[in-house]
């Protein structure tokens, strides 16, 4: 099959033979017009090829990606820079690129903590980040110091019963953060400002809205962990920021508009370098925001008698904010959540660390022992004096035998062999399991063969689809509804070709990974 290459102002015809995948057209590309390639790690040099529209895959086949006999295909040189770090992301468990190159590990921990908070949405004084080997990173040190090099992966942990809590933020269930919020009233204010932090970096309005009812100030700075609200000298610049400087540089337009319509501070908020959500957007390049802050900006503020520019009525509103909470201090109204004598703090390098994002069953697991224990103790005892009892009001011949109260639970026992701990632990998922299965009721098991025609409704049809499904999904790691919508996407990426030749491209792309299992 004779196809064209047209390569920078160029077409060559070349001859492909029916099995040739496009890795190899790639090479004799590379040959004929002797193209230089790269691949070291600070980046890459690549050819890539295009067809309808689409890239076409090193792995794919000419022919079934659809290309026919004089078909044009367009090639084109790719530089691509290799990220310099990778952070694994403890909480939504994904590898986020950090770009950059070899300068990147002259800076400090600080600024790469900065780069992280951009990427992933959560505040630098929730997170700190870690090597490989486990050795933590301290704002304060320069990342050459660890002895990292380009491409190394870094781990980004939270706090410790925190995991669960900033993954329901990254989704935005206000209803499960609500239900993981701590109860101790510090540390409660500290994560909400973190969960309005974060929806404004993802844009859930919903759960925005629901945060600044319960009080939550968007042009508030985050701030610390009261763990830490002792030791300022060490504080992160970027915990000055509020979630409105997070909307600006995440680019949410609708999070600013809620912002700024329940309180016009956020206009004038500034984060410790001085830049203002206006700024922020001018700098990240959103069009949209920057017109409406601008609007707001130069807009004025009607009263019945007199009309104040916006700015001017900011400087008011400022003035009565400050003389409010003098106001509030001298009478002692609103209460002050600072760290005060007995409370545990922490001190880096020197206290145990909690920062290991250790979810909630990990970390109370030794609580829920104790209750299991008791649990099952107390249950022991109680059917014990049961039957204590019974043995004194009825006497008993030597071949009766006095039953087991029905109304009391058999003690669960357990082979000599099996460890104590796991036994609790069974015992506490049998509780778990009963409390779920008393108040959400499942829905009817379906049979599979209701749905299949009726000449594989035979138990041997149906034994032998089933294992194939098995074994298909085992070796792929897809399920096939899975795999026909991954290769429909593949197809719809070709925006040149009639709807039904991709519908043919995806079908064709299918069959091939069935065949090569």
């Not at 290309?67 to 691509?80: G, P, R």
């Not at 101790?184 to 629901?210: C, D, P, S, T």
């Not at 008698?305 to 609103?334: D, E, G």
């Not at 409370?343 to 250790?358: I, L, N, W, Y």
Request: glycine share 4%; hydrophobic share 40%; net charge positive.
């Amino acid at each position: 099959m004779r196809v064209f290459i047209a390569f920078e102002g160029l077409c060559e015809s070349f001859d492909i033979l029916p099995g040739q995948t496009v890795k190899d057209a790639k090479q004799m590309i590379k040959n004929f017009f002797h193209i230089q390639l790269s691949d070291d790690k600070q980046g890459r040099r690549y050819l890539e090829l295009t067809y309808a529209g689409g890239v076409l895959r090193d792995e794919w086949v000419l022919a079934d990606a659809g290309v026919t006999l004089c078909s044009t295909i367009k090639c084109a040189v790719k530089d691509e820079e290799k990220p310099a770090l990778y952070i694994y992301n403890a909480v939504t468990q994904e590898k986020v690129p950090i770009m950059g190159n070899v300068h990147l590990l002259t800076e400090t921990v600080a600024k790469l903590k900065s780069l992280v908070s951009l990427k992933c949405g959560f505040p630098v004084s929730v997170f700190c980040l870690r090597t490989i080997d486990g050795k933590e990173m301290y704002d304060c040190n320069i990342l050459s110091d660890y002895k990292l090099e380009l491409g190394a992966t870094l781990r980004l942990d939270v706090w410790d019963g925190w995991k669960e809590l900033l993954s329901d933020c990254v989704l935005g269930h206000s209803q499960n953060v609500q239900w993981h919020l701590s109860k101790n009233e510090a540390i409660l204010r500290y994560q909400q400002r973190v969960a309005l932090y974060i929806a404004a970096h993802f844009g859930h309005l919903k759960m925005a809205e629901w945060l600044q009812k319960k009080g939550v100030r968007a042009d508030e700075a985050i701030g610390v962990h009261p763990y830490k609200e002792w030791c300022c000298e060490t504080y992160h610049p970027d915990i000055g920021k509020g979630a409105i400087h997070a909307a600006a540089e995440a680019g949410q337009m609708l999070l600013i508009k809620a912002f700024v319509a329940r309180n016009v501070l956020c206009l004038e908020c500034q984060t410790p370098f001085g830049q203002t959500p206006l700024r922020i957007s001018i700098h990240k390049g959103h069009k949209d925001c920057v017109l409406y802050l601008i609007m707001k900006m130069w807009s004025v503020v009607s009263f019945p008698k007199i009309s104040l520019p916006m700015n001017i009525y900011i400087k008011v509103k400022k003035w009565l904010f400050v003389a409010q909470k003098k106001i509030c201090k001298l009478k002692r109204w609103a209460p002050q959540f600072k760290t005060r004598v007995g409370d545990p703090f922490v001190v880096d390098g020197f206290t145990e660390p909690k920062m290991t994002s250790k979810d909630l069953h990990n970390l109370h697991q030794h609580k829920w022992k104790k209750i299991i224990r008791s649990y099952t103790n107390s249950q022991s005892q109680s059917s014990q004096d049961f039957a204590n009892a019974v043995l004194k009001l009825q006497p008993k011949t030597e071949k009766e035998k006095i039953p087991t109260p029905s109304r009391f639970p058999p003690v669960m026992k357990t082979s000599d062999n099996l460890d104590r701990l796991e036994a609790e632990s069974y015992s506490m998922d049998i509780i778990h399991n009963n409390l779920w299965n008393a108040q959400i009721p499942l829905p009817p098991i379906t049979s599979i063969n209701s749905n299949l025609p009726h000449n594989l409704t035979m138990p041997q049809a149906t034994l032998l689809l089933n294992s194939s499904l098995e074994s298909f999904s085992k070796h792929l790691g897809r399920t096939p509804r899975q795999n026909a919508i991954y290769y429909l996407s593949l197809a719809s990426e070709f925006k040149e070709k009639p709807w039904l030749q991709q519908l043919d491209m995806a079908r064709t792309l299918a069959k091939k990974t069935v065949y090569q299992l």
